[in-house]
Nanobody
Framework: QVQLIESGGRLVQTGDSLRLSCGVS????????MGWFRQGPGKARDFVAG????????PYAESVEGRFTVSRDSAKNTVYLQMDNLKPEDTALYYC?????????????????WGQGTQVTVSS
């Protein structure tokens, strides 16, 4: 019913900016929130940023607060993650997720649908 496709990941240098996109296959009112997660080398999958349809809550991980911005374009059925001032520790596989009845945006288990990931590598 729902398919997510992330794009935009690539190799960049410290201090660069990058914008990730997550396209949703179908326009639907079933989705109530979307989130971005990442998994770095040898690490668990961690929350990065999220956005709620019903509350407009936009939580961020402490490590990206002030540098990353999550946004939504309803007309294009797309969610974005604008990443500024990238650091080597941001290197990870970034995943987009969507939830049908999502309230806790920071937890992976809150989401039913996941993309395949897009790789972001920040050289030092």
């Amino acid at each position: 019913q729902v398919q997510l496709i992330e794009s935009g990941g690539r190799l960049v240098q410290t201090g660069d900016s990058l914008r990730l996109s997550c396209g949703v296959s179908d326009r639907t009112s079933d989705i109530t929130a979307m989130g971005w997660f990442r998994q770095g080398p040898g690490k668990a999958r961690d929350f990065v940023a999220g956005i709620s349809w019903r509350s407009d809550e936009r939580p961020y991980a402490e490590s990206v607060e002030g540098r990353f911005t999550v946004s939504r374009d309803s007309a294009k059925n797309t969610v974005y993650l604008q990443m500024d001032n990238l650091k080597p520790e941001d290197t990870a596989l970034y995943y987009c997720a969507a939830g049908r009845d999502t309230y806790i945006l920071t937890m992976p288990s809150s989401y039913e649908y996941w993309g395949q990931g897009t790789q972001v590598t920040v050289s030092s």
